[in-house]
T-cell receptor, first 110, second 113 residues
Framework: KNEVEQSPQNLTAQEGEFITINCSYSVGISALHWLQQHPGGGIVSLFMLSSGKKKHGRLIATINIQEKHSSLHITASHPRDSAVYICAVRLGGSQGNLIFGKGTKLSVKP | KAGVTQTPRYLIKTRGQQVTLSCSPISGHRSVSWYQQTPGQGLQFLFEYFSETQRNKGNFPGRFSGRQFSNSRSEMNVSTLELGDSALYLC????????????FGPGTRLTVL
């Protein structure tokens, strides 16, 4: 079993829909990252969370440390949101390595 | 402020050769991290440097090595290349790798023939 699991793997939505991408992890962490990767490879860091909730524009990220679960929400989705969204966790303790989920491929249709 | 730059952007090598990739972080950033991305394995963490010291290392063989210079620029080296090393190699910089947002470079696409 992977230490970081994302769901769904693929997601197709209509423009304007509310989207949720989930990330569950099985290890102790010090922080969780949400990344966005557009076709062509460029990666943008969206959020870094260690507790609670963060909002940036139409994007909202939440984390529940007790349940080892995080969600990324996109409100009023737009075709330009089409990308792969990747969850990554930074291990707690002295090791501190980053472990990545396999990503969720989102396609928003006009 | 200029973003993270990586050179070269594309590279073709043959098995057994070695390769050096370079990463120049955003000015003022002291942390540089390296990642490998392949279609099969996705993104995997290689190593992380802060102020010229390797802070963390992923689960890769010793053929993969790196270093960071006093100006925060970083290089990674892969010796005795294998076909499976074909990948997109990404670096990211941040002020502090523990608490700060990472800014990614465009990557170096390495093809091993």
């Amino acid at each position: 079993k992977n230490e970081v699991e994302q769901s769904p793997q693929n997601l197709t939505a209509q423009e304007g829909e509310f989207i949720t991408i989930n990330c569950s992890y099985s290890v102790g962490i010090s922080a969780l990252h949400w990344l966005q990767q557009h076709p062509g490879g460029g990666i943008v860091s969206l959020f870094m969370l260690s507790s609670g909730k963060k909002k940036h524009g139409r994007l909202i990220a939440t984390i529940n440390i007790q349940e080892k679960h995080s969600s990324l929400h996109i409100t009023a989705s737009h075709p330009r949101d089409s990308a792969v969204y990747i969850c990554a966790v930074r291990l707690g303790g002295s090791q501190g390595n980053l472990i990545f989920g396999k990503g969720t491929k989102l396609s928003v249709k006009p | 402020k200029a973003g993270v730059t990586q050179t070269p952007r594309y590279l073709i090598k043959t098995r057994g050769q070695q390769v050096t990739l370079s990463c120049s972080p955003i000015s003022g950033h002291r942390s540089v991290s390296w990642y490998q991305q392949t279609p099969g394995q996705g993104l995997q963490f290689l190593f992380e440097y802060f102020s010229e010291t390797q802070r963390n290392k992923g689960n890769f063989p010793g053929r993969f090595s790196g270093r960071q210079f006093s100006n925060s620029r970083s290089e990674m080296n892969v010796s005795t290349l294998e076909l499976g090393d074909s990948a997109l190699y990404l670096c990211a910089s941040s002020l502090n790798f523990v608490t700060d947002t990472q800014y990614f470079g465009p990557g170096t696409r390495l093809t091993v023939l």
